[in-house]
């Protein structure tokens, strides 16, 4: 079982810029495929960034590219969102997942997920 757990979520104003954190416990994290999702209300979990296991391949999603990295850092078993510009309609409860030895970016495609944080972005 791997539990991920996020942190950085918070207001704030538009173009200002937050990077949220994904710690995971488990000690194989380097094999892992990480990923960031959100959902605004009334909408469905739409995916964001991917890493690969090795941080060698990222994919972001095109509304947010430009402006959000998804670097990790394995020595730490974290994986990072890094939100740059941001807008009002970033604002959602974006969400940490790991897929086993894959990079994906469909969320039936990742084994474990976190509570998630709110990020809130005011005009």
């Known amino acids: 079982q791997v539990q991920l757990i996020e942190s950085g979520g918070g207001l704030v104003q538009a173009g200002d810029s937050l990077r949220l954190s994904c710690t995971a416990s488990?000690?194989?994290?380097?094999?892992?495929?990480m990923g960031w999702f959100h959902q605004a209300p009334g909408k469905e979990r739409e995916f964001v960034a991917a890493i690969s296991p090795s941080g060698g391949t990222t994919y972001v999603a095109d509304s947010v590219k430009g402006r959000f990295t998804i670097p990790r850092d394995n020595a730490k078993n974290t994986v990072y969102l890094q939100m740059n510009s941001l807008k009002p309609e970033d604002t959602a409860v974006y969400y940490c997942?790991?897929?086993?030895?894959?990079?994906?970016?469909?969320?039936?495609?990742?084994?474990?997920w976190g509570q998630g944080t709110q990020v809130t972005v005011s005009s």
């Open positions: 488990v000690r194989t994290f380097s094999s892992y495929g």
């Open positions: 997942a790991a897929a086993a030895g894959r990079l994906a970016t469909a969320g039936p495609l990742y084994d474990y």
